[in-house]
T-cell receptor
Framework: DSGVTQTPKHLITATGQRVTLRCSPRSGDLSVYWYQQSLDQGLQFLIQYYNGEERAKGNILERFSAQQFPDLHSELNLSSLELGDSALYFC??????????????FGPGTRLTVL | DQQVKQNSPSLSVQEGRISILNCDYTNSMFDYFLWYKKYPAEGPTFLISISSIKDKNEDGRFTVFLNKSAKHLSLHIVPSQPGDSAVYFCAAAIMNSGYSTLTFGKGTMLLVSP
């Protein structure tokens, strides 16, 4: 158990809908990262927050947004969903913004299916 | 454009033998490399890392080798055990950029048979 929790585990929705994925980092970790893993891709970095502020952006679509709250949990909002958004979404946390020197701990992921 | 490439989608090895997983990268700015292991229905877990100032890092049965001139790294597992069966992801980072992020390869599925 990494100490990172993600809810829900599975989510099935329809095209055009909006969903929210939730992540609670390990106790004390300030950085939260979101990744997408689709069938034909590796882990694609989406976005990073550090202590409530956006720190880095990767291949995140404009239809997607995220935020980190004062209690450090984070939410990833996906809107106007398309079939191609079906994927595993992982959240990871680490102790500092210089994350590559600090191991990133991954949650179990949320599997999103868009029908 | 894939900056981190794992060209073997899968690898099968017998228990007790050596497993060698390979990774190539194209961005010469990468200066820190990591391997993650992922079991089904779980998130990836950190395995081992190496800085670009080194060419080898060892941790128990796991050794990572880095060849900067070839932009190539490899993970050696000796001896391989059935419990090592998992997907292995190679990742790279640019540490001197300040706040770095990880770029992952697509993964190699390792199957270790008894």
């Amino acid at each position: 158990d990494s100490g990172v929790t993600q809810t829900p585990k599975h989510l099935i929705t329809a095209t055009g809908q909006r969903v929210t994925l939730r992540c609670s980092p390990r106790s004390g970790d300030l950085s939260v990262y979101w990744y997408q893993q689709s069938l034909d891709q590796g882990l694609q970095f989406l976005i990073q927050y550090y202590n409530g502020e956006e720190r880095a952006k990767g291949n995140i679509l404009e239809r997607f947004s995220a935020q980190q709250f004062p209690d450090l949990h984070s939410e990833l909002n996906l809107s106007s969903l398309e079939l191609g958004d079906s994927a595993l979404y992982f959240c990871a946390s680490s102790g500092s913004a210089r994350e590559a020197y600090n191991e990133q701990f991954f949650g179990p992921g949320t599997r999103l299916t868009v029908l | 454009d894939q900056q981190v490439k794992q060209n073997s989608p899968s690898l099968s090895v017998q228990e007790g033998r050596i497993s060698i997983l390979n990774c190539d990268y194209t961005n010469s700015m990468f200066d820190y490399f990591l391997w993650y292991k992922k079991y089904p229905a779980e998130g990836p877990t950190f395995l081992i890392s190496i800085s670009s100032i080194k060419d080898k890092n060892e941790d128990g049965r796991f050794t990572v080798f880095l060849n900067k001139s070839a932009k190539h790294l490899s993970l050696h597992i000796v001896p391989s055990q059935p419990g090592d069966s998992a997907v292995y992801f190679c990742a790279a980072a640019i540490m001197n950029s300040g706040y770095s992020t990880l770029t992952f390869g697509k993964g190699t599925m390792l199957l270790v048979s008894p």
